[in-house]
């Protein structure tokens, strides 16, 4: 499972430390003194310049190395993080990214960038450089450990290795100290070692082998001249420290459990087929008297069930992931605004399918973008409205059963209906002066080519519009709503389910066809007789437990031209708050289905949200159940406003 | 890859830990204070245990004093997680049988690099 | 050769600082009998420099009452790993030591 492709583990690495570096910059620019996110910037980019010239990123190291310099100043307090420098750090971050991923950029950009940063710094200091390499020196270190060292589990031999890592060394063991047999605690230690080195680096680099050792060994450490050391024979191979650094980072590429997604994906695959190859079975099985192949096959169905509940568990990420992204957006349309957009988030726990996730980045990205920039009023009209100079842009996330609901705020303006009135007339979309209800009109913000933008603008009209964020979500079984505020903002809602791919669901007849309802939105099941059909003709009513729930005969809404089933059954299915139930004929069984989206041709059709193929090689809608919910509401009120 | 005990009174400084060196592949287990340490340490064999010294129950250094005397931990690397570079903790600590220390805060880096160091024979 | 009347002691699996406890006491009794100190290391599986400490001290107390003292047998990969990373073998005359069957 393990990626081991360093270049690739590396360019995972880059990113994660890229993200940390961005986060941190924009947290900056809220607390420009705040010595903690200074730090994080400059060990982020200390770690990417040390992985990079690992792997073989040179220009990324170099370009990280330079910009790790100039931090390194903010860090000692010598430059102060600006607007201007964060600004140009984050600029030059973006050049890392394309860095990391190895794309062509123009070496002139990097040096560009590098200008920017260092015009971005105060007093103008000179560029930064590599630090000249010391010249190679001589010393002699000698150094006796403490009697307990090798109970308490220094490691002396791993000590002269690190020594040998600085550069040729000559090893001399002291064991003059060593007592006679008869007096030797054996546990104890009498050893040291004299030992000539020759290195480039400075003294603190050997004072830093013996860190755990220093203040209860004996150790010295001392200059000598150059001419003294050279008659020696350098005895042990030359190893530059890098050599040294190498087998611990290899190590940890070694076990690092990262999955590259493509490789999720395919798992997930091989899932749901052995989820149908499982339905198959169940079926086959159910002819048979076999008690062994009925208890095997018992067996592979909870093991497909458990194997499918984890994978579904791999898949699910926190969706602070995508929520990060958006802080960068904000710093930049604020900044092409020039509005002040406070920026709050919630929910980043939420966890998705890891696709959905992906896949909802554009449209959020389209929403955020809508909300700056159509929303949001500028300082002046919001003044002059009474609100606060900054817009506010809340994006939210949170589970509502087996949905995710994610929501894009804003307190600016709100959608103005009758602009929106206005354009649908123009282009078309509607007939002048026709009655139409205010949730309709919000509706034909979603109508292919729809724009409200009177200008267009950078930051919106950029052909993408709300009809493809509608598609998007559509496609992803889930739904968009709109709640207009005139004058104090609007929210946009999307709500998506859980996980795509597969589903729980309940098998049922309908004159001859097979349909699957999610399990997950199933409430019970009631037997609906030929009396109480009879009774309930032209009120489609049931009291359940007191409460009147309305429902839906399939079999009518299906026109499939049948005689009822002696025994019809009601599948009472809810959204949470409503309930509707669904009669149908037959109820077939528990049925995991995975789920095929319906072509183009067929997406039109509200009632159903998918299709699925069964065991026996049969094909069978999935109902959607929250149109079909919907509709039993419609049902109610209709009848309710009858009287 | 190697077993390596985290002990300490608090749930973020042991998650740390283990994310750091569970990146390095080392298989890392926890204990909440010195006694559920030494437990542990008595059951499983650890190539490493790095430890906070102020814990509820039993401390540190009561603990590292304890494992020294049970001859499957002499040799072992023991560090501990101190808060300040404060060489009369430092001292006590080693006296109690140390190896070396982890001055909190600490980051990732710094970690594995101790942490190589100390597990290297 | 060495006298026939010496039989080697032989330093089996851990010498570690585990364990050299048990083989320093057996060491002292082989010593007090043995007119002359032979090493066989050949069945060292793991060692560390504990063992090479008390070969150490049992070299420099056989000088002191005149015993001959050798090391039998060829060096076992773990054993060697610690002299030449300790720096045992640079004087010609501690690899003979250790070195010499």
């Known amino acids: 499972m393990t990626d081991n492709d360093p270049a690739q583990v590396f360019r995972v690495e880059a990113q994660e430390l890229l993200d940390q570096i961005e986060q941190a910059l924009l947290d900056l620019e809220k607390s420009p003194g705040d010595a903690d996110l200074i730090a994080q910037v400059f060990r982020a980019m200390h770690t990417l310049k040390g992985s990079g010239a690992m792997f073989g990123f040179d220009a990324l190291a170099g370009f990280a190395h330079a910009c790790e310099t100039a931090f390194d100043r903010v860090r000692k307090g010598l430059v102060k993080a600006t607007p201007k420098l964060i600004a140009s750090v984050l600029a030059a971050e973006d050049h890392l990214r394309a860095l990391a991923e190895g794309k062509n950029v123009p070496e002139d950009e990097g040096a560009a960038l590098l200008a920017s940063i260092e015009a971005a710094m105060a007093a103008g200091s000179p560029a930064p450089t590599a630090p000249e390499p010391e010249p190679e020196k001589s010393w002699r270190i000698r150094f006796s450990l403490a009697r307990d060292a090798l109970v308490n589990g220094t490691r002396p031999l791993a000590l002269l290795d690190e020594l040998r890592a600085l550069g040729p060394c000559e090893i001399a063991p002291l064991t003059g100290d060593i007592p006679n047999l008869e007096t030797l605690q054996p546990t104890d230690c009498h050893l040291g070692w004299d030992i000539h080195l020759k290195t480039r680096h400075p003294r603190a680099a050997i004072e830093e082998v013996f860190i755990f050792v220093g203040d209860d060994a004996a150790l010295t450490i001392e200059l000598v001249p150059l001419a003294s050391a050279a008659g020696h024979v350098v005895s042990e191979a030359a190893s530059p420290v890098a050599a040294n650094d190498k087998p611990a980072a290899a190590q940890a590429i070694g076990y690092t459990v990262r999955v590259p997604a493509e490789r999720l994906d395919e798992l997930m695959n091989r899932v749901g087929e052995l989820v149908i190859a499982q339905s198959r079975l169940k079926q086959v099985v159910a002819f048979s008297n076999d008690a062994n192949l009925h208890s095997v096959a018992e067996e592979i169905e909870r093991l497909a069930s458990e194997l499918r509940d984890s994978m579904m568990n791999v898949r699910m990420v926190p969706i602070s992931q995508l929520f990060g992204r958006f802080r960068r957006l904000i710093h930049d349309l604020a900044r092409d605004t020039g509005k002040t957009i406070d920026f709050r988030t919630s929910g980043e726990t939420t966890e998705l399918d890891k696709n959905v996730i992906e896949r909802l980045a554009d449209p959020l990205i389209h929403l955020i973008r809508n909300s700056a920039d159509h929303g949001l009023e500028t300082a002046e009209e919001r003044r002059a409205a009474g609100k606060p100079d900054a817009g506010r842009i809340t994006l939210s996330a949170r589970q509502a059963g087996t949905e995710v609901v994610i929501s894009v705020s804003d307190d600016g303006r709100g959608v103005d209906l009758n602009r929106v009135r206005a354009k649908a007339e123009r282009s078309g979309l509607l007939a002048p002066g026709a009655p139409t209800s205010d949730a309709e009109i919000l509706q034909l913000l979603f109508a292919p080519g729809f724009s409200t933008a009177e200008k267009v603008t950078n930051l919106s009209g950029r052909g993408v519009g709300m009809d493809v964020v509608k598609r998007t979500v559509e496609s992803l079984r889930g739904t968009i709503d709109i709640a207009n505020r005139p004058g104090s903002g609007a929210e946009v809602a999307l709500r998506l389910p859980l996980t795509l791919a597969i589903i729980d669901g309940l098998l049922v007849r309908i004159g001859q066809g097979r349909y699957v309802i999610p399990l997950a939105s199933v409430e019970e099941c009631v037997e609906l007789t030929t009396d109480q059909d009879q009774r309930s003709r032209g009120r489609s009513f049931l009291t359940l437990r007191g409460q009147l729930v309305p429902f839906i005969r399939l079999r009518e809404l299906f026109a499939t031209g049948t005689v009822p089933d002696k025994y019809q059954k009601i599948v009472v299915v809810s959204t949470g708050s409503e309930r509707v139930g669904l009669v149908v004929d037959q109820i077939l069984g528990d049925h995991q289905t995975v789920i095929k989206p319906l072509s183009s041709f067929h997406a039109g059709i509200g009632t159903f949200s998918g299709a699925t193929i069964l065991g026996d090689g049969g094909v069978a809608l999935i109902l959607d159940v929250p149109h079909l919910v919907a509709a039993g509401q419609q049902q109610e009120d209709r009848l309710r406003a009858a009287g | ?121 | 050769m060495h006298s026939e009347t010496t039989t080697a002691f032989r330093l089996c699996g851990e010498q570690t600082v585990r364990t050299i406890a048990d083989t320093h006491s057996a060491l002292l009794e082989y010593y007090a009998a043995a007119p002359n100190v032979v090493f066989d290391p050949t069945a060292i599986t793991e060692a560390d420099l504990s063992v090479v400490q008390l070969v150490e001290s049992a070299r420099q107390t056989a000088a002191r009452d005149g015993k001959k003292i050798c090391i039998a047998g060829p060096l076992p990969v773990s054993l060697r790993d610690v002299l030449v990373r300790g720096g045992f073998l640079n004087s010609p005359e501690d690899a003979l030591f250790w070195a010499t069957p």
């Open chain 2, 1 to 121: 890859m190697s077993a390596i005990l985290i002990v300490d009174d608090s749930a973020s400084i042991r998650q740390a830990v283990k994310i750091a060196l569970g990146g390095l592949g080392h298989n890392v287990s926890e204990a909440a204070n010195g006694a559920e340490g030494a437990t542990k340490a008595d059951v499983a064999r650890f190539d490493l245990i790095i430890t906070d010294l102020n814990m509820p129950v039993m401390d540190g250094l009561t603990m590292i004093r304890k494992l020294r005397t049970n001859a499957a931990y002499t040799g072992v690397p023991i560090l501990f997680l101190t808060t300040e570079s404060d060489p009369g903790i430092k001292s006590q600590a080693k006296a109690a049988g140390a190896t070396g220390w982890i001055t909190k805060p600490f980051d990732a880096d710094q970690l594995s690099r101790i942490v190589i160091k100390v597990l290297a024979k």
